[in-house]
C-alpha cells in the first residue's frame, strides 16, 4: 500500500518554524498561501520580499526569500525603486491597513497609477494590530478601539476608506481584487487571487493588488471563531469582496 | 570628453552616469531642478532609468529600494527636500544601503529662500536623522571638484556600503564654469553577490536587508559594527585642502563656495605681506581632525567663515583641542560672504594680535 503526500509544508516556508502571530491570526494563512504561490511559480530565487512595519514586520523569519525592510508606508516606493532597478526580478509588498491606507496613502497611489510592475498584498483587518488595538483608517463606523473607545465616531475620526474603489479609478493599475481570508469557503479565492497578482508581475502586466480581509482576535477583544464570523457580518457588507480591475 | 562649459546641477548628473549611476529617483525643488531634468533624457539614452517621484519621502525610499540591489543609484534635492528623506536616510545607514544624495542647499529654516546657504551642515555631518550613525559628507568648492567628486560618493558608497551625501551650495549648482568630466573610473568594491537582493541563487542562500533588531544585545553589536565601520571611513577617508598655513598666523577655515571666496583673499592679504592661510576640508565628515591639529604649533588664531551661524565652528575647535582662539564670521539667508568683507575680518584679527 503507498502512502501519497496530500499536504505539506511549501518548501519556502522556513524550515521548523512557527510563527509569532496569535490564536486565530490571519496572517499565516496569508504567508502560507504566499509560499505556495511562490513553490507553484518556481520563483523562490529570484523573489524579494518587502517586509512590512506591523505585526507582519518580521515574515523574513517565516518565508526564505529576500528581503528589504521598508519604513512605515514606503513599501510601494521601496518596491518601485527595487523593480525599476531590477526588472528582471520579482518584488512584492506585503502591507496592513495602518501602512497603506494612512502613512503610506501617497505612496500606494502613486505606484498603482504608474503602474509598477509590482504585487501588493494589503491585510485589512479594521485595526493597527502590532501597537495595541488603536483606529486604522479602515476601523468601522462604531467599532471600538484603544483610540476611538467609544467606537469610530465619523464626525470625529472620518470614514473607513475603501482602498480598491478609491484604486481602481485610476488608469494605472492592471488588477485589483479584495478578497477574505476568513473562512475556508474564502480560501480558494484567495489562493488564486494572490497567484494572479503574482503571474501579472512575471507576464510583465504591471501592478496588481490583493486586498485581504483579516481578523485580529486579540485587538478586536474576540474568539478566533468569532472573529472570522466578524469578517463576514461586518466588514464584507462595507468592503464588499470581488474584483474591482482586471487588465484582461 | 574635453573641457567644456556647463552648470554645476548639469555637470553633477552627467559626472553621476559617467560615474556608472544608471538610477536616478527625484522630485523637483530649486534651486537643483537642472539635476532630474537632465537625467530625465540623458539616463534613457544610456540605457538607464529616471523616475520622478511623488515627494522626497518616496524619492528616498526608491533609493533604499534600488540600492538594495547592489547597483549606483542616487536621489538630489535641496534642504527642505532633504530633510523628508530623513527617515530613509536612517534606514539605509542601519541596513548599510550603498547610495548617494546630493543636496544643493538653499537658505532656511522652513520653506527659506531659494539662494545659496550652508546651513545644512550639522544636519548632513550629525547623521540627517534619528538614530546613532554617520554620513559621509562631500562638500565641493567647485563645479570642477563636485564632478570629481561624484565619481568619489559613489566609489565610497560602495566601498562601505553607506549612504554618501554632496552637500553643495546654490552657487555651486547654478554657476558655469569650464569642466571636464572624466570617463568613468568605477571601483567594483562591494561584490553585490554577497550582500544585495536579487542573487539568492547565485549566493545559495537568501538575504535580509533589515533595521528592525528587537534584541538589545543584537542591536548594540549592529550598532558596534557600524561604529568599526565609521571609525575605520575616519581613519582612511579624510580629505582636507591647505593653501598657505605652514607660517600662517591668522588661518581662515571654510568649506564649499565660501573656501574659494577666502582663497582670494589669502592671495591678497599675502601679497601685503599678511602670514594668512585657508583650511578647508573636501569631506566635512569624516571631519579632517589630524590636519586641523596640525595648526595648532604655528596658527594664533582661526577665522571661520560660512554662510550659516557657524556650524562647522565647533567641529574647528575641538580639532584644535580648543588650543587656537577660533572667531566666526558668516551670512545667511541667501547672501554670500565678499572678499572684502573676509578681508576687513581678517585685517582686525591681525590688529588685535598686534
Same mark, same amino acid.
Given at each position: 500500500?503507498?502512502?501519497?503526500?496530500?499536504?505539506?509544508?511549501?518548501?519556502?516556508?522556513?524550515?521548523?518554524?512557527?510563527?509569532?502571530y496569535?490564536?486565530?491570526?490571519?496572517?499565516?494563512?496569508?504567508?502560507?498561501?504566499?509560499?505556495?504561490?511562490?513553490?507553484?511559480?518556481?520563483?523562490?530565487?529570484?523573489?524579494?520580499?518587502?517586509?512590512?512595519?506591523?505585526?507582519?514586520?518580521?515574515?523574513?523569519?517565516?518565508?526564505?526569500?529576500?528581503?528589504?525592510?521598508?519604513?512605515?508606508?514606503?513599501?510601494?516606493?521601496?518596491?518601485?525603486?527595487?523593480?525599476r532597478?531590477?526588472?528582471?526580478?520579482?518584488?512584492?509588498?506585503?502591507?496592513?491597513?495602518?501602512?497603506?491606507?494612512?502613512?503610506? @496613502? $501617497?505612496?500606494?497611489? =502613486?505606484?498603482?497609477?504608474?503602474s509598477?510592475? *509590482?504585487?501588493?498584498? !494589503?491585510? /485589512?483587518?479594521?485595526?493597527?494590530?502590532?501597537?495595541?488595538?488603536q483606529?486604522?483608517?479602515?476601523?468601522?463606523?462604531?467599532q471600538k478601539?484603544?483610540?476611538?473607545?467609544?467606537?469610530?465616531?465619523?464626525?470625529?475620526?472620518?470614514?473607513?476608506?475603501?482602498?480598491?474603489?478609491?484604486?481602481?479609478?485610476?488608469?494605472?493599475?492592471?488588477?485589483?481584487?479584495?478578497?477574505? @481570508? $476568513?473562512?475556508?469557503? =474564502?480560501?480558494?479565492?484567495?489562493?488564486?487571487? *494572490?497567484?494572479?497578482? !503574482?503571474? /501579472?508581475?512575471?507576464?510583465?502586466?504591471?501592478?496588481?493588488?490583493?486586498?485581504?480581509?483579516s481578523?485580529?482576535?486579540?485587538?478586536?477583544?474576540?474568539?478566533?471563531?468569532?472573529?472570522?464570523?466578524?469578517?463576514v457580518?461586518?466588514?464584507?457588507?462595507?468592503?464588499?469582496?470581488?474584483?474591482?480591475?482586471?487588465f484582461? | 570628453?574635453?573641457?567644456?562649459?556647463?552648470?554645476g546641477?548639469?555637470?553633477?548628473a552627467?559626472?553621476?552616469?559617467?560615474?556608472?549611476?544608471k538610477?536616478?529617483?527625484?522630485y523637483?525643488?530649486?534651486?537643483?531642478?537642472?539635476?532630474?531634468?537632465y537625467?530625465?533624457?540623458?539616463?534613457?539614452?544610456?540605457?538607464?532609468?529616471?523616475?520622478?517621484?511623488?515627494?522626497?519621502v518616496?524619492?528616498?525610499?526608491?533609493?533604499?529600494g534600488?540600492?538594495?540591489?547592489?547597483?549606483?543609484?542616487?536621489t538630489?534635492?535641496?534642504?527642505?527636500?532633504?530633510?523628508?528623506?530623513?527617515?530613509?536616510?536612517?534606514?539605509?545607514?542601519?541596513?548599510?544601503?550603498?547610495?548617494?544624495?546630493?543636496?544643493?542647499?538653499?537658505?532656511?529654516?522652513?520653506?527659506?529662500?531659494?539662494?545659496?546657504?550652508?546651513?545644512?551642515?550639522?544636519?548632513?555631518?550629525?547623521g540627517?536623522?534619528?538614530?546613532?550613525f554617520?554620513?559621509?559628507?562631500?562638500?565641493?568648492?567647485?563645479?570642477?571638484?563636485?564632478?570629481?567628486?561624484?565619481?568619489?560618493a559613489?566609489?565610497?558608497a560602495?566601498?562601505?556600503?553607506?549612504?554618501?551625501?554632496?552637500?553643495?551650495?546654490?552657487?555651486?549648482?547654478?554657476?558655469?564654469?569650464?569642466?571636464?568630466?572624466?570617463?568613468?573610473?568605477?571601483?567594483?568594491?562591494?561584490?553585490?553577490?554577497?550582500?544585495?537582493?536579487?542573487?539568492?541563487k547565485?549566493?545559495?542562500?537568501?538575504?535580509?536587508?533589515?533595521?528592525?533588531?528587537?534584541?538589545?544585545?543584537?542591536?548594540?553589536?549592529?550598532?558596534?559594527h557600524?561604529?568599526?565601520?565609521?571609525?575605520?571611513?575616519?581613519?582612511?577617508?579624510?580629505?582636507?585642502?591647505?593653501?598657505?598655513?605652514?607660517?600662517?598666523?591668522?588661518?581662515?577655515?571654510?568649506?564649499?563656495?565660501?573656501?574659494?571666496?577666502?582663497?582670494?583673499?589669502?592671495?591678497?592679504?599675502?601679497?601685503?605681506g599678511?602670514?594668512?592661510?585657508?583650511?578647508r576640508?573636501?569631506?566635512?565628515?569624516?571631519?579632517?581632525?589630524?590636519?586641523?591639529?596640525?595648526?595648532?604649533?604655528?596658527?594664533?588664531?582661526?577665522?571661520?567663515?560660512?554662510?550659516?551661524?557657524?556650524?562647522?565652528?565647533?567641529?574647528?575647535?575641538?580639532?584644535?583641542?580648543?588650543?587656537?582662539?577660533?572667531?566666526?564670521?558668516?551670512?545667511?539667508?541667501?547672501?554670500?560672504?565678499?572678499?572684502?568683507?573676509?578681508?576687513?575680518?581678517?585685517?582686525?584679527?591681525?590688529?588685535?594680535?598686534?
Open positions: 500500500m503507498s502512502e501519497k503526500i496530500v499536504y505539506e509544508r511549501p518548501k519556502s516556508w522556513v524550515k521548523d518554524v512557527h510563527t509569532h496569535c490564536p486565530g491570526c490571519t496572517h499565516g494563512i496569508v504567508h502560507r498561501i504566499i509560499c505556495e504561490t511562490i513553490d507553484e511559480l518556481g520563483i523562490q530565487e529570484i523573489t524579494t520580499g518587502i517586509a512590512p512595519v506591523g505585526c507582519a514586520a518580521m515574515m523574513y523569519n517565516y518565508i526564505d526569500i529576500d528581503y528589504i525592510e521598508a519604513p512605515h508606508g514606503r513599501a510601494p516606493a521601496v518596491a518601485t525603486g527595487f523593480k532597478v531590477r526588472p528582471d526580478r520579482l518584488i512584492f509588498t506585503y502591507q496592513g491597513d495602518g501602512d497603506l491606507a494612512s502613512i503610506g @496613502a $501617497a505612496e500606494i497611489v =502613486h505606484a498603482a497609477n504608474r509598477e510592475n *509590482i504585487t501588493v498584498i !494589503f491585510i /485589512n483587518n479594521a485595526i493597527y494590530g502590532m501597537t495595541g488595538g483606529m486604522a483608517p479602515t476601523t468601522l463606523i462604531g478601539t484603544t483610540t476611538t473607545k467609544d467606537g469610530r465616531d465619523p464626525q470625529k475620526a472620518g470614514y473607513p476608506m475603501r482602498m480598491c474603489e478609491m484604486l481602481k479609478t485610476l488608469e494605472g493599475p492592471a488588477y485589483i481584487e479584495r478578497v477574505s @481570508a $476568513a473562512k475556508p469557503a =474564502h480560501l480558494p479565492s484567495l489562493k488564486r487571487a *494572490i497567484k494572479k497578482a !503574482f503571474q /501579472n508581475q512575471i507576464d510583465n502586466k504591471g501592478f496588481s493588488l490583493v486586498e485581504v480581509l481578523t485580529c482576535p486579540t485587538n478586536w477583544g474576540m474568539s478566533p471563531l468569532k472573529s472570522c464570523d466578524w469578517v457580518e461586518s466588514m464584507i457588507p462595507y468592503y464588499p469582496l470581488g474584483l474591482f480591475k482586471d484582461e | 570628453m574635453g573641457r567644456v562649459l556647463m552648470k546641477t548639469e555637470a553633477i552627467e559626472a553621476a552616469i559617467q560615474a556608472g549611476c538610477h536616478f529617483f527625484g523637483p525643488i530649486t534651486p537643483q531642478n537642472e539635476i532630474p531634468e537625467m530625465s533624457k540623458r539616463l534613457f539614452e544610456v540605457g538607464g532609468v529616471y523616475l520622478q517621484a511623488e515627494s522626497e518616496a524619492a528616498s525610499n526608491m533609493i533604499l534600488g540600492g538594495s540591489t547592489g547597483e549606483p543609484v542616487m538630489s534635492s535641496s534642504s527642505p527636500g532633504v530633510s523628508l528623506m530623513a527617515e530613509a536616510i536612517s534606514y539605509m545607514a542601519g541596513q548599510e544601503t550603498p547610495v548617494v544624495i546630493v543636496n544643493v542647499m538653499r537658505a532656511g529654516p522652513g520653506l527659506g529662500g531659494i539662494l545659496p546657504a550652508q546651513g545644512d551642515y550639522s544636519q548632513a555631518t550629525g540627517m536623522a534619528h538614530g546613532d554617520k554620513l559621509i559628507v562631500l562638500a565641493p568648492s567647485t563645479v570642477q571638484e563636485s564632478v570629481d567628486m561624484m565619481q568619489k559613489f566609489n565610497l560602495q566601498k562601505y556600503r553607506n549612504p554618501v551625501v554632496m552637500i553643495c551650495d546654490g552657487v555651486i549648482g547654478q554657476i558655469m564654469e569650464a569642466v571636464e568630466i572624466p570617463e568613468g573610473n568605477p571601483e567594483n568594491l562591494s561584490n553585490p553577490v554577497d550582500w544585495a537582493c536579487g542573487y539568492m547565485e549566493r545559495g542562500k537568501r538575504t535580509i536587508l533589515h533595521s528592525l533588531i528587537l534584541d538589545p544585545e543584537e542591536l548594540e553589536s549592529h550598532n558596534k557600524l561604529e568599526a565601520k565609521w571609525k575605520r571611513i575616519k581613519e582612511k577617508e579624510t580629505d582636507c585642502e591647505t593653501y598657505k598655513t605652514e607660517d600662517a598666523e591668522v588661518v581662515i577655515s571654510a568649506f564649499g563656495t565660501v573656501a574659494r571666496i577666502a582663497r582670494s583673499v589669502v592671495d591678497k592679504l599675502r601679497a601685503e599678511f602670514k594668512v592661510g585657508l583650511i576640508p573636501l569631506l566635512v565628515s569624516p571631519f579632517p581632525e589630524k590636519e586641523f591639529e596640525g595648526l595648532i604649533s604655528t596658527c594664533k588664531h582661526i577665522l571661520d567663515v560660512e554662510m550659516n551661524w557657524g556650524q562647522m565652528k565647533k567641529d574647528v575647535e575641538s580639532a584644535v583641542k580648543y588650543r587656537i582662539p577660533v572667531s566666526f564670521f558668516g551670512h545667511t539667508g541667501g547672501i554670500c560672504p565678499t572678499v572684502s568683507e573676509i578681508e576687513r575680518e581678517v585685517r582686525k584679527i591681525f590688529t588685535e594680535l598686534g
